[in-house]
């Protein structure tokens, strides 16, 4: 079964440095999801993107991260700089796009802010 | 606003035992999409039984039931016969019909001892 590419897998920095996370969806999945899990605690979704489009960024502290889908295939998170309390998992998500479609997760990329 | 609830915390059973998970779901939208996930240690979050908000024909498959009861917006998940291999985190999510944000719970870790 296809499945959601991310990379690193684990990636320790520290405070004030650039970090960023790649994510490669399920080919023919419009929709990209980039969230946030803290740990303990269930995922928050950080961006949404619908092809190369941002459909939701409310969550996402744009002062630090940015996201982007250029071609409306793969997808780069990026945090600058990060902070301490950005330790966390980033997972990346596709979907076929209707509401009714479930979310298909990647391994995740395991952030360490030292 | 929408949110996704999980009372339980922490379940913990010996093996063969049923494990049931509690959800519910508070929403003034009438039409959603509900969806359980399963996170094993090693982090990917697995989709597992998605139900629409006006279907309410429970169902089994396998060693999984699913109990959704629209009147109360909750959407119960059990494991029948529990094993250790279903040792993970299980996160309860929902998304209304006109949004495409997903909402996730904050997850019960279920423990199923030898």
């Known amino acids: 079964e296809a499945e959601v590419a991310q990379s690193p897998r684990y990636k320790i920095t520290e405070k004030s440095q650039a970090v960023a996370f790649w994510c490669d969806p399920i080919?023919?999945?419009?929709?990209l999801y980039w969230y946030r899990q803290i740990l303990g605690q269930g995922p928050e979704l950080l961006v949404q993107?619908?092809?190369?489009?941002?459909?939701?960024d409310s969550q996402l502290p744009k002062d630090r991260f940015s996201a982007e889908r250029l071609k409306g295939v793969d997808s780069t998170l990026k945090i600058q700089p990060a902070e301490l309390g950005d330790s966390a998992m980033y997972l990346c998500?596709?979907?076929?796009?209707?509401?009714?479609?479930?979310?298909?997760f990647g391994n995740g990329t395991r952030l360490t802010v030292t | 606003a929408q949110k996704v609830t999980q009372a339980q915390t922490e379940i913990s059973v010996v093996e063969k035992e049923d494990v049931t998970l509690d959800c519910v779901y508070e929403?003034?939208?009438?039409?959603?999409?509900l969806f359980w996930y399963k996170q094993p240690p090693s982090g990917e979050l697995v989709f597992l039984i998605r139900?629409?908000?006006?279907?309410?024909q429970n169902e089994i498959s396998g060693r999984y039931s699913w109990n959704f009861q629209k009147s109360t917006s909750s959407f119960n998940f059990t494991i029948t016969a529990s094993q250790v291999v279903d040792s993970a985190v299980y996160f309860c999510?929902?998304?209304?019909?006109?949004?495409?944000?997903?909402?996730f719970g904050a997850g019960t870790t279920v423990t199923v001892r030898a």
């Open positions: 993107f619908q092809d190369e489009s941002v459909v939701d």
């Open positions: 999510s929902a998304t209304p019909d006109n949004d495409y944000k997903l909402s």
């Open positions: 998500a596709s979907s076929l796009g209707d509401r009714s479609s479930p979310l298909h």
């Open positions: 080919s023919g999945h419009a929709t």
């Open positions: 139900r629409n908000s006006f279907d309410e």
């Open positions: 929403t003034r939208d009438t039409t959603y999409y």
